[in-house]
């Protein structure tokens, strides 16, 4: 079983919709989960970072985590050109930093 | 400069050859890693270095060579490496205790394996 699983995508969403984007996880330790986005040949940027059960919102950014679902989400509201990436999912535990494969975002003009 | 800078952005080696990737970071942080990126994979940890000591590794290939000479500096010496070893190389940094507030990482080496 995968630590960190992703749908791959692609994932394609009208500009100004709502992008919506999965994770789940394995290791129940994990205790901080973090969403990077990756530009087409550029490294991993992070965007959003979650601690505790609930959502976090910053910007049109919003991360959501159920502990006990062990799953956490990105949803991106008004979807932007900029947007198209690469999202990437991962958790902290056991002092170290666990990657999905990453869903692939296209944002539809 | 700030932040965590790799060298070279782009490297063509031979199977035979012997080469080296640079990462230095400008954040105060004193914990370095190395993750490999290959299509369709997730983001690899192959090497990390805690307050300068190497903590883990997880079973790569002795053709891989890290080395940590001080906390801001981290390479990865390369030789006779495959094909399949072409990938985009990251280095990350982080500060000691406070990785659960996720790791910084460089724009990375793009390896190609000829």
């Known amino acids: 079983q995968k630590e960190v699983e992703q749908n791959s995508g692609p994932l394609s969403v009208p500009e100004g919709a709502i992008a919506s984007l999965n994770c789940t996880y394995s290791?129940?330790?994990?205790?901080?989960f973090f969403w990077y986005r990756q530009y087409s040949g550029k490294s991993p940027e992070l965007i959003m970072s979650?601690?505790?059960?609930g959502d976090k919102e910053d910007g049109r950014f919003t991360a959501q985590l159920n502990k006990a679902s062990q799953y956490v989400s990105l949803l991106i509201r008004d979807s932007q050109p900029s947007d198209s990436a690469t999202y990437l999912c991962?958790?902290?535990?056991?002092?170290?930093?666990?990657f999905g494969t990453g869903t692939r975002l296209t944002i539809i003009p | 400069e700030t932040g965590v800078t790799q060298t070279p952005r782009h490297l063509v080696m031979g199977m035979t050859n012997k080469k080296s990737l640079k990462c230095e970071q400008h954040l105060g942080h004193n914990a370095m890693y190395w993750y490999k990126q290959s299509a369709k994979k997730p983001l690899e940890l192959m090497f990390v270095?805690?307050?300068?000591?190497?903590?883990e590794n997880n079973s790569v290939p002795s053709r891989f060579s890290p080395e940590c000479p001080n906390s801001s500096h981290l390479f990865l010496h390369l030789h006779t490496l495959q094909p399949e070893d072409s990938a985009l190389y990251l280095c990350?940094?982080?500060?000691?205790?406070?990785?659960?507030?996720?790791?910084?990482f460089g724009s990375g080496t793009r390896l190609t394996v000829v």
């Open positions: 270095y805690s307050l300068e000591e190497r903590v």
């Open positions: 979650i601690y505790s059960n």
């Open positions: 290791d129940r330790g994990s205790q901080s």
């Open positions: 991962s958790g902290f535990g056991n002092e170290k930093l666990t």
């Open positions: 990350a940094s982080s500060q000691v205790g406070t990785g659960a507030y996720g790791y910084t």
